[in-house]
């Protein structure tokens, strides 16, 4: 059962399969129907509603739905319009036919169908194995009771959303500055410690001073993680929108990937939170202090004190990252540029340029802060980019080299932040559109690039 649970609906022969398969049926359903006019009639309707679907597609999902900040893919959109094209056609082939016929007709569409949600898949890389569609998915433990409280070294207050001070490096010797662990944590370990794999555990984190009402998240403990262990680095992680947390460990495959990390670093890997700034699939709050909720505030101070409070963790800044990918990537973006002294780095995964609901940057506006552009300006990366120095702090970017809008929102904002004296660096992966690929190809490197900065090196 579990070699039939592996079979990878991405890469391998089943993609080009079901494509083929697809196309034979989708000739089968143009020859079904008897007589000419019949076939002239059913192939014509398809054609209409295909064509339809791909004019409508895009403003139906962004601007009547508002389910999606950006136009769709021209892959996605075709896939999508040939699928139900497909069903119009079986539709039409099946119009006072016999069972029979009826059958094959729809038998037709359905495979036709399946041959274009596995491409749409294939471009996303949503699901990568029949597991990550119908599996038990990774096992999931309740949190386990709380070590001695992580709590700010003396001297360090509790973060706050209203400091907007430049950012300063920290030293090593500077307690105030830098946190209770200023060493690297590599330094700190005990050589071939831990179990070998990590913990899973679900998470609900309370918007204590938000008030945002936020869905439940995961916390993965790494194999080193214990009561007496070291304090380890910590990474906060958003996934993209539409979704939540859970698409990290399914799309993302976090855990597999966390592990493997460990597995190389000698049990040690950061503890990663993974959290939801949205409250609901299909929602979008810009991760910004707003009129849709305080989603900013939940996740630069809950989120932290949660963590400080809950989990035996490493409280130097420096060793703080926040990544995400898409959505998720954007908010690691403003996070970074907003409070520097949160988080010291962060992983910017197919991020934006800016916040957005939707490609109507004044509609954005108006939903966020009733018109007021001035106040949405102030809070923009590329504001605090140009504003302020960020010589602490390290930015890791990652985009598909097929994805030519957001490699043009990575170029713009990983030159402004090495302009503002960020330590940075940027990957086009070859062949991947805006993918979920990004993120199961890129995390570990991401978290490599950082280990000096992180101390998983020194």
Not at 30 to 54: E, I, K, Q, S
Not at 365 to 391: C, I, K, N, W
Request: net charge neutral; with cysteine.
């Amino acid at each position: 059962m579990s070699t039939v649970l592996e079979l990878p609906l991405v890469d391998g022969p089943l993609p080009l399969v079901l494509t083929g398969l697809a196309a034979v049926a989708l000739l089968g359903l143009l020859a079904l129907p008897r007589g000419g006019r019949r076939r002239a009639a059913a192939a014509v309707a398809g054609l209409l509603v295909t064509a339809l679907l791909v004019a409508v597609a895009n403003p139906l999902v962004i601007d009547g739905m508002g389910l999606f900040p950006q136009d769709l893919p021209g892959e996605v959109v075709g896939w999508s319009a040939a699928g139900i094209g497909a069903l119009a056609l079986a539709v039409a082939g099946a119009v006072r036919a016999g069972i029979g016929r009826t059958v094959l007709a729809l038998g037709c569409g359905l495979l036709v169908v399946l041959g274009a949600a596995s491409q749409v898949n294939a471009y996303y890389a949503r699901f990568t194995t029949l597991a990550d569609l119908v599996g038990p998915g990774p096992d999931v433990v309740a949190l386990p009771v709380a070590p001695a409280a992580s709590v700010p070294a003396a001297g360090v207050p509790a973060p706050s959303v209203a400091t907007t001070a430049p950012h300063a490096k920290p030293t090593p010797d500077d307690p105030a500055r830098s946190g209770s662990e200023s060493t690297p944590v590599v330094s700190r370990a005990k050589p071939g410690g831990g179990k070998a794999k990590g913990t899973l555990a679900a998470a609900h984190i309370p918007g204590a001073a938000s008030g945002f009402p936020a869905r439940d998240g995961y916390v993965y403990l790494p194999p080193a993680y214990s009561p007496t262990g070291p304090r380890l680095p910590v990474m906060v992680l958003v996934a993209g929108q539409p979704g939540g947390p859970g698409d990290w460990l399914s799309a993302g495959r976090l855990v597999a990937q966390l592990d493997r990390f460990a597995a190389a670093h000698q049990g040690l890997a950061p503890v990663t939170v993974v959290v939801d700034p949205t409250g609901s699939d299909f929602a979008n709050t810009a991760c910004l202090d707003s009129k849709l909720g305080k989603a900013e505030t939940y996740l630069a101070k809950d989120v932290p004190d949660w963590v400080r409070g809950q989990l035996r963790v490493d409280t130097n800044p420096s060793h703080w990252t926040f990544g995400g990918f898409s959505f998720g990537g954007t908010c690691a973006l403003q996070l970074a540029t907003r409070f520097p002294h949160v988080y010291g780095s962060f992983i910017d995964l197919q991020g934006e340029q800016e916040p957005s609901l939707g490609p109507d940057r004044r509609q954005t506006v108006q939903t966020l802060f009733g018109g007021d552009s001035a106040a949405f300006e102030a809070v923009l990366p590329m504001r605090q980019l140009a504003t302020r120095t960020f010589h602490g702090s390290w930015g890791f970017f990652a985009s598909g080299s097929k994805d030519t809008l957001f490699l043009g929102y990575m170029s713009a904002v990983s030159n402004a932040a090495t302009r503002a004296g960020m330590t940075v660096t940027t990957v086009a992966v070859p062949g991947q559109g805006h993918s979920w690929a990004i993120p199961q190809s890129q995390l570990i490197p991401a978290l490599e690039w950082l280990s000096p900065h992180l101390g998983f090196t020194t």
